[in-house]
């Protein structure tokens, strides 16, 4: 199955939410405003208690409880908002994917300490809504989730990476194609806009040929989480080529910083897009 085959009927096999939908309708119609998206998001109540949530917690670290969705707005933004209620509309699309096939829980796992990463370096870099690194993190390998429910025997062959052979490798060499460019094939299929998905595209990308911070700091962000979360396979810093973090000025000491304190956040926030652990919280 050719990559283009895989991304089209993956847009129509995986459906984000009706509310989702509407949101970005009314996020890109200019004459909305921020009453009408929060009318949205209050008609959809699994999806205002997940934005709640996500206000209230470790993400944040607001010193006051957040209450109604209008204050969530007013305090979080509208548009990083709609990117936290993307997040977890995609997280949703993909709750029934068969958890037999590769371990559901090291993947969110990995995927939101990339996703908590970005926005921690995004921060540091003073870009603006740095929400939009964290879900392009959090969504960089939505692909694997594709795979897995429409290729599964090749899914399987491409959970024997090791320290000789990256995951990109592997699926390069099984599929033809890596999973992050089926995630970001699929992101732009669905409409989101380009700063979420062009970052994912890159990730595996000549790190020396990017003078985009953004670009920089997901493929530093995946490289760091991949090492973390893998560590039976990797030794800290394994995949780390020095210009990764020298390009953005880090130096280790601030990747030991960033780790730590995104390894802290973690597993409360995996609770939140994790759709398996919706039933436990």
Not at 98 to 113: A, R, T
Not at 136 to 162: T, Y
Not at 203 to 217: A, C, K, L, P, R
């Amino acid at each position: 199955m050719t990559l283009q085959d895989i991304i089209s009927n993956a847009s129509t096999l995986f459906v984000l939410p009706d509310s989702v939908t509407r949101l970005k309708a009314c996020m890109d119609d200019g004459a909305s405003n921020i009453d009408d998206i929060a009318d949205i998001i209050s008609f959809d109540p699994s999806l205002a208690t997940q934005l709640l949530r996500v206000a209230n917690s470790a993400l944040y670290r607001f010193p006051n409880k957040i209450d109604t969705i209008t204050k969530a707005l007013q305090v979080v933004g509208t548009r990083s908002t709609y990117d936290l209620a993307l997040a977890f509309g995609v997280s949703q699309a993909f709750k029934e994917v068969d958890g037999q096939v590769i371990d559901l829980d090291k993947f969110w796992e990995q995927s939101v300490s990339c996703g908590l990463l970005a926005k921690y370096f995004a921060e540091m870099r003073n870009i603006r809504e740095p929400e939009r690194l964290f879900v392009a993190g959090l969504l960089h390998n939505i692909g694997e989730l594709v795979v897995v429910a429409m290729l599964p025997d090749s899914a399987k062959r491409c959970q024997a990476f090791n320290a000789r052979v990256s995951p990109a490798e592997l699926q390069a060499g099984v599929l033809g194609y890596t999973f992050t460019n089926v995630s970001a094939g699929i992101i732009k299929e669905w409409g989101i806009p380009e700063s979420i998905y062009n970052p994912i595209a890159k990730i595996h990308g000549d790190s020396s040929n990017t003078s985009e911070y953004e670009e920089q700091i997901l493929q530093l962000s995946y490289v760091l989480a991949l090492d973390n979360v893998n560590s039976e396979i990797y030794p800290s810093y394994n995949n780390l080529k020095p210009e990764l973090h020298e390009s953005l000025s880090l130096n280790r000491d601030d990747l030991e910083d960033a780790l730590d304190i995104t390894n802290l956040q973690c597993i409360s926030v995996i609770s939140l897009f994790n759709p398996n652990a919706f039933m436990l919280y």
